[in-house]
């Protein structure tokens, strides 16, 4: 796929997780069909259901998956020899994706934490993402270091991550989402004394 094409897509899938997002915010997850969801985003419903298999598919949106290149520099022990700094660097896609609107993002939040499904839906989606990194950690650090201590560093990376999105939807001098984490990371490693 060329990259005009990758990013048009990337332009119709976020168009329709946005506007499904504001249906689900203004009518609630049941408040609205696909029919209108692909009225709203300006798509035909064939094209819609090409995108995304349902409503909460369309409200969380796509999620990238890890890049090969990144994983493999990881499971190496790179790019930093540290395992906090390079869990960091790959999963630098999530921490590092400019969020369009500081709104949308609240609202995106507020929608997720207002309905079961998109909850459970987003905690399954973690779920499988954190098996592969932990199989990764496993993979680098060796057997001895154990599942259990890479699923602890993983749910430590999640927590932080949660924290930094409350900073940075707080902050009035709107410094990029990265800012918030780096610096949540630095007391969490403070505090740790790691």
Known sequence: ?????????????????????ALADD???????????????????????NYFSGKVDAVLGEWRPLDEADVARFRDGGPHGDLVADLRALLAPFIEAKFADRDELARSRRILLANPRLIS????????????????????????F???????????????????LDGYLADPREREF???FDETLLIARSLLGA
């Open 27 to 49: 009518r609630g997850l049941d408040g609205f069909t696909m029919d209108d969801l692909a009225e709203a985003a300006g798509v035909s419903r064939r094209t819609l259901f």
């Open 121 to 144: 839906t987003v905690h399954q989606r973690y779920e499988e993402l954190c098996a592969v990194v932990v199989e990764q950690i496993v993979a680098r650090e060796g057997v001895a």
């Open 146 to 164: 154990g599942a259990g201590r890479a699923k602890v560093a993983i749910s430590l990376l999640a927590a932080l991550f949660d924290a930094s």
């Open 1 to 21: 796929m060329s990259q005009s094409a990758t990013k048009s897509r990337g332009d119709t899938s976020r168009r329709i997780s946005s506007c499904a997002q």
């Open 178 to 180: 990265s800012h918030h």
